[in-house]
Nanobody
Framework: QVQLVESGGGLVQAGGSLRLSCAAS????????MGWYRQAPGKQRELVAA???????NYADSVKGRFTISRDNAKNTVYLQMNSLKPEDTAVYYC???????????????WGQGTLVTVSS
């Protein structure tokens, strides 16, 4: 099996910064795509940022210029650097992994447990 462990959530004032981490571990696998989603109360879960195995990235319009997604292939870890945070960024952030698992010999979709980010005004 493959597991994701998230960290870095917390409380921050508007204009501040926060860095989320998501580490993948388990049986042998190859990462296809890793990304971050968020869900605020009363709203649907939305894509925040994603990065492919080739290094291509995409962002939600609401976070462009403020958030940066990156990865450390040696550690199987993806990061989300969040700058100039706004109260509307408040949400539970979820890490998502799409990978090929060599033990199961199939693609897998794995979600992290979620980490709460609260931005105060």
């Amino acid at each position: 099996q493959v597991q994701l462990v998230e960290s870095g959530g917390g409380l921050v004032q508007a204009g501040g910064s926060l860095r989320l981490s998501c580490a993948a571990s388990g049986s042998l696998f190859s990462i296809n795509t890793m990304g971050w989603y968020r869900q605020a109360p009363g709203k649907q879960r939305e894509l925040v940022a994603a990065i492919t195995s080739g290094g291509s990235t995409n962002y939600a319009d609401s976070v462009k210029g403020r958030f940066t997604i990156s990865r450390d292939n040696a550690k199987n870890t993806v990061y989300l650097q969040m700058n100039s945070l706004k109260p509307e960024d408040t949400a539970v952030y979820y890490c998502r992994l799409n990978c090929f698992n060599w033990s199961a010999r199939r693609d897998l979709e794995v979600w992290g447990q979620g980490t709460l980010v609260t931005v105060s005004s």
